[in-house]
């Protein structure tokens, strides 16, 4: 993202004094490689599910990109890497939080000089654009790559909201909010103060309270009814059936009727959901649960139901990690000195990762009753059991609270060891994904790499190169599917990526939005 000058008539006391301050002590900004190795990590890890189970942005991007690739290829065998079936959080579970807070980095330093609102604005609707176009071509069921050597998808059936939809929804909200807001920034603050960046943005922060009313208000007080649906998976007995799923209840956070679900086969329709969520591994649903596996014969009807985890309702609060990436970017612009950086991101990640679990495990009566009374009173005393609980399909509070926090503090941790120590050379890998982070997450989180590869088979459509290296060189050499599944993804397929994207690099070849 190119750096945009201020455009808001007068200009800012508080910002003259910061400019002249950065002219002074910095005149060349140093790049921060410790973002471009965030980011590709992330789509690292997202990576890995599926088989098992400007500088700064680069390299936390590459955390994002590894992450990726981990959980897409190594969760089906390893089910602590995969996402968890209902409450908790695994390390998958973290990839889609880390990706929105590194947006929202990314937009503080993108938009940290406004020059041309207008233009401004216009370039973010186009880059909005094009992460929805790219969001229903990779994840619409369009592309059935790498397992099936087809494509095409029913529009009565297409997936409208998945990973880049979200993204770009948080994207546009805050960063819309960071133009329009830019001219409120009080003249009469000092950057030295330790809560100076919060009141300086503090616009944003009530923003967030709005948002954060709103989700909890239609969370816990929407009523939702019985509904119905029909059976599309072919290996169920049920195939084709009407099933109904009982509820009329309201607040309730449970698979079937929480009101994340009900508000998007209201809007988005039952058909256009997620056909496989990840509730089909619960312990009401399999015996093999949290690995996937044949239904118990008493399972409940929903066990066979879609569900969207990037909702409607969920994506309204997942724009509260992009809000806190953008304070975190904030500290980045205006504070220069590692020390001060450091204080400014590790306390308030700590306090949120606190937060996060005091709301996961605290009962639910104190909680509540405290979250609903400063909404509406008669939202009091709806919901029993666990006040908050971790759920990334319901991107709960704890949830954004504990990984906001976990972000900020493994962001913390590798300004650290990069930015300060310059131990980069261990990273770099990392570092060339981040900078490549969409060539990456499309070739090889998506399957498209693999799928091309698996395109050229010889005698059997399963008998490809792909299957033959994971096969003979790495599962049967370790005589463990579950081990050599995940050799396979950290060699064969996330340094490999790092090492592309490092060749890619070299010639200064990159794939931005």
């Known amino acids: 993202m190119a750096d945009i000058k201020e455009d808001c008539g007068a ?17 060349k900004p ?52 995969g996402h968890a079936p209902w409450n908790g959080c695994n390390l998958a579970d973290f990839v889609m939080p880390f990706f929105l807070f590194i947006v929202g980095m990314a937009i503080a330093l993108a938009l940290k000089r406004i020059q041309g609102r207008a233009e401004t604005i216009r ?81 944003h922060w009530i923003f967030a309270a709005c948002v ?58 039952i058909n256009h959901m997620y056909p496989h969520p990840a509730w089909k591994r619960s312990k009401a649903c399999t015996m093999s649960s949290p690995h996937e596996g044949p239904f118990r014969s008493d399972a409940p009807s929903w066990c066979w139901a879609p569900f969207e985890p990037e909702g409607i309702l969920s994506s309204i609060s997942a724009i509260l990690s992009t809000i806190i990436g953008l304070h975190f970017g904030h500290v980045l612009v205006h504070i220069k000195e590692h020390r001060s950086r450091l204080q400014h991101w590790a ?37 029993d059991g666990a006040a908050i609980p971790l759920n990334k399909q319901l991107y709960t509070l704890s949830y954004v609270c504990v990984t906001s926090g976990a972000a900020a503090l493994v962001f913390s ?41 698996n395109g050229w088979y010889y005698d059997d459509p399963h008998n490809t190169l792909v299957r033959w290296i994971q096969k003979h060189i790495f599962i049967n050499v370790w005589h463990s599917r579950r081990v050599g599944t995940l050799l396979y993804v950290i060699f064969a397929e996330i340094l490999f990526w790092g090492v592309v994207a490092g060749v890619l690099h070299r010639f200064s070849i990159y794939w931005k939005l």
């Open 123 to 203: 370039k973010i609707i186009f880059r909005t654009i094009k992460l929805l176009f790219w969001g229903l071509l990779l994840q619409g069921g369009y592309s059935h790559a790498p397992d099936k050597l087809t494509y095409g998808v029913d529009m009565k059936m297409i997936r409208w909201c998945g990973i880049l939809q979200r993204i770009a929804l948080a994207y546009l909200v805050v960063a819309f909010v960071e133009i329009l807001t830019r001219c409120s920034v009080p003249k009469d603050l000092s950057p030295a103060g330790k809560l100076s960046v919060f009141k300086l943005y503090i616009w």
């Open 347 to 383: 306390v308030p990640g700590l306090g949120l990762v606190v937060i996060g679990i005091t709301l996961h495990f605290t009962n639910g009566m104190y909680v509540s009753n405290i979250i609903l009374f400063c909404i509406s009173n008669f939202l009091m005393n709806i919901y």
């Open 413 to 453: 941790a590798l300004y650290i060891m990069v930015d300060i120590w310059n131990i980069r050379f261990l990273f770099l890998p990392l570092e060339w994904i981040g900078m490549n982070a969409m060539l990456v997450y499309v070739m090889a989180a998506e399957g498209i790499f693999a799928g091309f590869i």
């Open 212 to 269: 954060l009313s709103v989700y909890l208000a239609v969370l816990y007080g929407i009523y939702v009814p019985d509904w119905h649906f029909r059976v599309q998976n072919t290996d169920s007995p049920d195939f084709g059936k009407v099933l109904t799923v009982a509820c009329s209840v309201r607040g309730k956070l449970d698979p079937p009727c929480n009101a994340v679900g009900y508000i998007d086969r209201k809007v988005i329709g």
């Open 30 to 81: 140093k790049r921060v490689a410790s973002l471009d190795i965030f980011r590709g990590l992330t789509v690292a890890a997202y990576y890995g599910n599926h088989e098992i189970g400007n500088i700064c942005e680069y390299i936390l991007n590459d955390i994002g990109v590894q992450l990726m690739i981990l959980v897409d290829d190594a969760g089906e065998e390893w089910p602590v890497i």
């Open 11 to 27: 200009p800012n006391s508080e910002s003259q004094h910061i400019q002249q301050h950065t002219q002074k002590h910095n005149p």
